[in-house]
């Protein structure tokens, strides 16, 4: 099988920590700059799977790297470079303690929410009548509280106000680049025949100046629609065909796994862990439009550490 990239325990020059998220490693160079490396461990459910998927990472590293130039004339964003192919260097900035998330459909958390008969979500009223994956009139704005520990929370713009989470000059500012950013993400999807259904931002400052940071518009942050057969689907009651992680957690619900307590994950065999890069891989060129170039794997660890190392001493 070819070699994944699960861990990693690098020691930079001028590096003060290490985070280890579920997917991300994020090292700290200095309080000055970040390097991000996306591995290839994939999460559902909120645990980490027990087999990493050859060239996730890469597919997401480079995903976002496309929509960050994409994006940049919108609103400043954290990235320098990209050294490597699993890598993003950029700006240390002090996030702000939310996540924009944006909807222009109805599904996931929001028809959940709608079917159990809520019709205000995070202070946003939802009309009536609506069904499952229904396009909203115009697109909802429905930030989280970014927990350092547990979930995030739904609230409101009103009580991120109140709270001083965020100052109303600055969440006006955030508001706006998140509109102008999903624009400029349907834009693009819609020429690769997919439709952006909801995605989330996240901001930070350094130096007072706002950035766009982490990744954007990838299938790990964004559901997307396949927009051929989208209103027959619609009109029958049916499932829309989607663009994202859902089939892994699918497979793991037809397995008996959920998360919840006293579950096994099941085995994940290499057909089937071959089958979710391959899948990855078809999103990678589904959404860029772009052939999908996989990196040299076999030594992928000091290939990361000479590439990043090589960078640094650059800036």
Avoid at 18 to 41: A, F, Q, T
Avoid at 60 to 74: G, M, P, R, V, W
Avoid at 163 to 185: C, H, I, N, P, W
Avoid at 261 to 275: H, L, R, T
Wanted: glycine share 6%.
């Amino acid at each position: 099988m070819t070699q994944a990239l699960t861990k990693t325990d690098f020691n930079f020059p001028k590096q003060k920590s290490v985070y280890h998220g579920k997917v991300r490693d994020v090292y700290n160079i200095d309080d000055e700059y970040l390097v991000m490396i996306v591995s290839d461990r994939i999460s559902a459910f909120d645990v980490v799977l027990p087999e990493g998927i050859p060239f996730k990472g890469q597919v997401l590293n480079q995903i976002a790297e496309k929509f960050l130039d994409a994006t940049s004339d919108i609103v400043p964003n954290w990235k320098i470079a990209t050294p490597d192919p699993n890598v993003t260097v950029g700006h240390h900035c002090e996030p702000f303690k939310v996540e924009m998330v944006i909807r222009g459909y109805l599904t996931g958390h929001a028809w959940r929410e709608y079917r159990d008969g809520k019709r205000t979500l995070c202070g946003v009223p939802m009309p009536e009548g609506m069904v499952e994956n229904q396009k909203f009139a115009e697109p909802i704005l429905t930030p989280t509280t970014k927990a350092d520990e547990g979930h995030d929370e739904d609230i409101s713009r009103e009580a991120i106000i109140e709270q001083g989470l965020v100052s109303k000059a600055e969440y006006e500012m955030l508001e706006d680049y998140t509109r102008k950013l999903f624009q400029r993400g349907t834009e693009i999807a819609a020429e690769k025949g997919l439709i952006l259904v909801d995605t989330k931002y996240e901001f930070g400052k350094k130096d007072g100046k706002i950035y766009l940071i982490d990744e954007i518009h990838t299938p790990d942050s964004s559901r997307y629609f396949y927009s051929e057969g989208y209103e027959e689907r619609l009109q029958k009651g049916e499932s829309q065909k989607q663009l994202s992680k859902e089939f892994v957690r699918q497979w793991l619900i037809e397995n008996g796994f959920q998360g919840k307590e006293g579950q096994q994950i099941p085995v994940m065999d290499k057909a089937f862990v071959s089958s979710v890069s391959e899948r990855y891989i078809e999103l990678f060129e589904k959404i860029t439009g772009d052939s999908f170039q996989k990196s040299d794997v076999d030594a992928i660890q000091s290939r990361i550490e000479k590439n990043v190392t090589d960078f640094l001493s650059t800036l």
